[in-house]
């Protein structure tokens, strides 16, 4: 973790581009500064702000996997003036960086556990860094499983890596609008719940992915027999400073952007009701 003023941002290089889907790309970075990026560690789940100078600046998880230390990846989807101006970019461009921030996944402790990774749509992206870190420790855990849900077949994102994935772990996707190409699931993700063998008896469970999708997934998980500390949602909710002093990314008494963006079911459920997202608690 960087020990520098959290707010003054350092520059960094894009050194690759990828087009994964419409209006969604991922952005290999490394600092210009190399004793910086060589002491730039990050836990899966946490994020960074990135600012262009003469637009602005937005927080965007890290989905690279921590074990990849001479650079680190953002997967962007153009949504806003600043992600916009990112994906114009091009490689040689430099971008300003700093974090990382929040609490991510931890790792550690699930050491010697099953894991099941759900993902809705660009929620793939942070888990992305998970995922690719059991790859890169595959011994360190026990049976992985996927669960992926997006629009359509061309929105599926890291088809590379995805069949990467498949040699060592299980994959289950399904699309709500498939074409003709499509031979596998239809429907939500929730749908590959009634396909995919999911057990509660040492396993932990890391979604991302629209609000909506959560009161349905957590439900899942609790008819299974899931502890509610077993289930760790990574929450998507406009960040600004980073940091918890703007109060922008307030659930409760919690801030997202340092108390998470991940959390438990069980550190949301204790949220009163009346500060609690809807869309959040099943």
């Known amino acids: 973790?960087?020990?520098?003023?959290?707010?003054?941002?350092?520059?960094?290089t894009i050194i690759e581009i990828v087009d994964e889907a419409p209006k969604v790309k991922t952005f290999t970075l490394k600092f210009k500064n190399k004793k910086l990026q060589e002491k730039f560690m990050f836990t899966p789940g946490q994020f960074v702000q990135v600012s262009i100078?003469?637009?602005?600046?937005?927080?965007?998880?890290?989905?690279s996997s921590p074990t990849q230390k001479d650079s680190f990846k953002l997967c962007v989807r153009a949504v806003g003036n600043v992600t916009n101006a990112f994906h114009r970019l091009n490689v040689g461009d430099v971008v300003w960086v700093r974090g990382p921030y929040g609490k991510g996944f931890p790792m550690d402790q699930f050491k010697g556990k099953n894991l099941v990774f759900i993902a809705g749509?660009?929620?793939?992206?942070?888990?992305?860094?998970?995922?690719?870190?059991?790859?890169d420790l595959r011994n360190e855990?026990?049976?992985v499983k996927v669960l992926y849900g997006d629009r359509a077949p061309n929105f599926l994102l890291f088809t590379k890596e995805r069949e990467t994935w498949c040699k060592h772990c299980n994959v289950y996707m399904t699309?709500?609008?498939?074409?003709?190409?499509?031979?596998?699931?239809?429907?939500?993700?929730?749908?590959?719940?009634?396909?995919?063998?999911?057990?509660?008896?040492?396993?932990?469970?890391m979604m991302c992915g629209p609000p909506v999708m959560y009161r349905f997934v957590v439900k899942k998980l609790l008819d299974l027999g899931f502890p509610e500390d077993s289930i760790y949602?990574?929450?998507?909710r406009r960040m600004k400073c980073g940091v918890g002093n703007c109060r922008h990314c307030m659930v409760g008494s919690k801030?997202?952007?340092?108390?998470?963006?991940?959390?438990?079911?069980?550190?949301l459920k204790e949220i009163p009701e009346?500060?609690?997202?809807?869309?959040?608690?099943?």
């Not at 709500?176 to 429907?187: A, Y």
């Open 1 to 12: 973790m960087r020990k520098e003023n959290p707010y003054i941002p350092s520059p960094a």
């Open 53 to 63: 100078p003469g637009v602005g600046e937005a927080p965007i998880s890290i989905s």
């Open 121 to 135: 749509g660009i929620g793939l992206a942070p888990l992305r860094s998970a995922i690719n870190m059991v790859m």
């Open 141 to 143: 855990y026990g049976d």
């Open 175 to 205: 699309v709500d609008t498939p074409d003709e190409t499509w031979k596998g699931h239809v429907g939500v993700v929730t749908k590959l719940f009634d396909v995919v063998e999911i057990t509660p008896t040492n396993t932990v469970a």
């Open 233 to 236: 949602l990574s929450l998507e």
């Open 255 to 267: 801030f997202v952007c340092l108390d998470g963006p991940v959390f438990t079911f069980k550190e």
């Open 274 to 282: 009346d500060e609690t997202p809807e869309a959040w608690i099943p």
